[in-house]
């Protein structure tokens, strides 16, 4: 079946624009995740969503940063204002559930950059 | 705050050798250790799973260690080839249900 989809695969834009980012989970997964990657450093985690349930937004890097999960479904990023340093790779995960062992199946990415 | 560490530097095997990379974490004793393998460009792509309860995990030519005294988790691949060249990441679990992620150790083969 098909994996986790991300788009755009790439966005340029300039300083103070907002932009979104798409991530599509597999179906019937219920958790789904946002990180953000920086060169050379580790994944960053930014929001996760489980079912119904209040995201966790604790690992947001500031008020810029909102995210959506429409139906138990799509996710949408969404960057207010976008700074130079927002630039990264955001990569979407989603699992089955979140089960203390759950694997988290990634998306390619998408690749951000701020001028 | 708990961190990971992996092996910062790129790590270079010769093909047909066990190449073994490190992952050790400073506090909280998680219950469950990841390993992740990305290759540029890519999403990572998960690859083994261990529990605190669980010394080893074997899956093909990979085996896993957790020693929670030492806090440390060993990956290696034997009889290594070049199309395991990657980033090899580690990730796990927190106490909120986070989990947290390693910066990740590249590894090349050479043929």
């Known amino acids: 079946g098909a994996g986790v989809s991300q788009s755009p695969s790439n966005k340029v834009t300039e300083k103070g624009k907002d932009v979104e980012l798409r991530c599509d989970p597999i179906s019937g997964h219920t958790a789904l995740y946002w990180y953000r990657q920086s060169l050379g450093q580790g994944l960053e985690f930014l929001i996760y969503f489980q079912g119904n349930s209040a995201p966790d937004k604790s690992g947001l890097p500031s008020d810029r940063f909102s995210a959506e999960r429409t139906g138990g479904s799509v996710s949408t990023l969404t960057i207010q204002r976008t700074q130079q340093e927002d630039s990264a790779v955001y990569l979407c995960a989603s699992s089955l559930d979140r089960g203390d062992t759950d694997t988290q199946y990634f998306g390619p990415g998408t690749r951000l950059t701020v001028l | 705050s708990q961190k990971i560490e992996q092996n910062s530097e790129a790590l270079n095997i010769q093909e047909g050798k066990t190449a073994t990379l490190t992952c050790n974490y400073t506090n909280y004793s998680p219950a469950y250790l990841q390993w992740y393998r990305q290759d540029p460009g890519r999403g990572p792509v998960f690859l083994l799973l261990?529990?605190?309860?669980?010394k080893e995990k074997r899956k093909e030519r990979l085996k896993v260690t957790f020693d929670t005294t030492l806090k440390q988790s060993l990956f290696h691949i034997t009889a290594s080839q070049p199309a395991d060249s990657a980033t090899y990441l580690c990730?796990?679990?927190?106490?909120?249900?986070?989990?947290?992620f390693g910066k990740g150790t590249r590894l090349h083969i050479l043929p």
């Open positions: 261990i529990r605190e309860n669980e």
């Open positions: 990730a796990l679990d927190m106490p909120d249900d986070k989990i947290i």
